[in-house]
């Protein structure tokens, strides 16, 4: 029983040019033929025909960098703390059907608490639910600084965290054999420290032989490693160690290219988080209080500088977006990164489209069976209302994408609305500015007239 899919334009994902009117042919989850139409095989009394013949047909998206527990949360306490872990796996189920309704077949989920990403994707794995592919991490492995040891040492780092402090290389050693045996499809280490140099230069959490020892355990057992890494040292340390995928990679310089380059580390640039942290804090939230976007938007300059020259040095460059927190929520913005690509980094749409299909699906569990559209690959693809090499940013517009296909799945996604304050938002604080008289006089004339009048 055969699926024709009639495309009207065809973008394989491999980088041989877009065709029209194609044909696909789907047996059993996996493209069996692709034609053109006048060429292509009878169909059979039991086949079916899907008409996309007005419609721009591509490999599914992938979103390397989701992370499924996180919940679209507004807190670091929110991430780790209140709620339970068997709700985060089925808040993450839900979250991850609308990052497929997105258009996005395939996501890495690299780093989570517990075992939840491992669970969504199994559950989705053996059928119970519709949902991406899902290339999964448990804990980072962090150590004394690191990102995720974001709470003072009197409370360390929570059972519950996304986080799993290991203080010396015996234990990052048993934490991996942990989540080997658990079944995580890669490894994530967190690099960077809080620390910095007096010329500002942020020092890595790790030294290069505890990476080097991880990352060594992580490729003896089979599994990949991911690594946060915006400062120079850890994305050296971290480059030289053999990290398969880099996460940020900010602060790079030519030692960092030239490590990235014999180790064949890839580069997920994720500067959507960073852009959307500019272009959507207000002024009342913490984070700009803390001026966080005017610190960002330096940062983002520097960033795009050198992820141009680590393009055009040719590190493969993946596409993710840091999915997960209140800024970057689930199927909103996953691809932004696709138009930041092409405006800020200097790839064309067709280049772009590459990155985020065959490119990122070589970080990817199974990535030779996903990416690309071609006899004996999942048949994980999207149909588009109109062509994104003409316009890149029309794949955020969740109405034009038509149909999302999972293994030649038509995936059927309710739109279904939540309370945050009810999923995720549940952190303690209840004041966001400081009463005192002064204060108060400020913001209620009103009542200082009153007073006045009183006297
Ligand atoms: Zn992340």
């Known amino acids: 029983m055969t699926t024709h899919v009639r495309c009207g334009t065809f973008f394989p994902g491999d980088g041989t040019p877009v065709r029209h009117n194609v044909t696909l042919g789907i047996d059993n989850q996996r493209v069996t033929f692709v034609c053109n139409t006048a060429d292509a095989p009878p169909i059979g009394l039991h086949d079916s025909v899907l008409d996309y013949a007005d419609l721009f047909v591509m490999p599914g998206l992938i979103d390397v960098h989701t992370h499924l527990a996180y919940g679209n949360a507004k807190s670091e ?5 209140y709620q339970p872990l068997e709700f985060r796996a089925l808040r993450a189920l839900f979250f991850a059907q609308k990052v497929v309704a997105a258009g996005y077949t395939s996501i890495c989920a690299p780093g989570d608490a517990g075992q939840v990403s ?3 994707r199994n559950a989705i794995n053996f059928g119970l639910f519709d949902g991406p592919r899902v290339t999964a991490a448990g804990r980072y492995l962090t150590t004394r600084q690191g990102l995720t040891d974001w709470y003072p040492t ?3 780092v929570p059972e519950t965290s996304i986080g799993r402090l290991v203080t010396n290389k015996d234990e990052a050693i048993e934490e991996i054999r942990v989540q080997v045996k658990n079944g995580v499809d890669c490894i994530k280490i967190a690099m960077d420290g809080v620390q910095t140099r007096d010329n500002g230069e942020l020092i890595a959490a790790f030294n290069q032989e505890e990476t080097t020892t991880m990352v060594t355990e992580a490729h003896r057992l089979g ?10 040292e850890a994305v050296l340390y971290a480059a030289r160690a053999g990290v398969d995928l880099i996460f940020h990679a900010t602060f790079l310089d030519d030692n960092c290219l030239d490590a990235m380059l014999h180790s064949g580390s890839m580069l997920c640039p994720t500067l959507t988080f960073q852009r959307n ?3 959507f804090t207000q002024a009342h939230e913490p984070a700009a209080q803390k001026g966080r976007p005017r610190a960002v938007e330096r940062e983002y300059a520097i960033a795009c500088e050198n992820m141009q020259k680590a393009r055009k040095a040719g590190v493969p460059m993946l596409t993710g977006t840091d999915t997960g927190f209140a800024v970057t929520p689930y199927g909103e913005w996953h691809a932004m990164e696709l138009e930041i690509f092409v405006r800020d980094l200097g790839f064309t749409p067709a280049e772009a489209l590459r990155c985020a299909t065959s490119v990122t699906a070589r970080f990817m569990k199974q990535g030779d069976c996903i990416g690309v559209l071609e006899a004996g690959r999942f048949a994980d693809f999207i ?3 109109g062509s994104p090499l003409e316009n890149i940013a029309i794949l955020q517009d969740k109405t034009r994408i ?9 995936m059927q996604i309710v739109e279904r609305g939540y309370d945050p304050r009810q999923v995720t938002d549940r952190s303690l604080a209840n004041w966001t500015d400081l009463y005192t008289q002064e204060r108060v006089r400020e913001l209620y004339p009103a009542r200082r007239q009153l007073a006045a009048a009183a006297e």
């Not at 306490?77 to 703390?81: G, K, M, N, P, Q």
């Not at 599994?223 to 120079?232: E, L, N």
């Open 77 to 81: 306490e929110d991430i780790d703390l």
């Open 118 to 120: 491992l669970a969504v």
């Open 154 to 156: 009197w409370i360390g």
């Open 223 to 232: 599994r990949k490693v991911v690594a946060h890494a915006r400062g120079k």
């Open 277 to 279: 942290i500019i272009d």
């Open 383 to 385: 149909a588009v209302d």
């Open 402 to 410: 038509r149909y999302v296909h999972i293994g030649g799945k038509c």
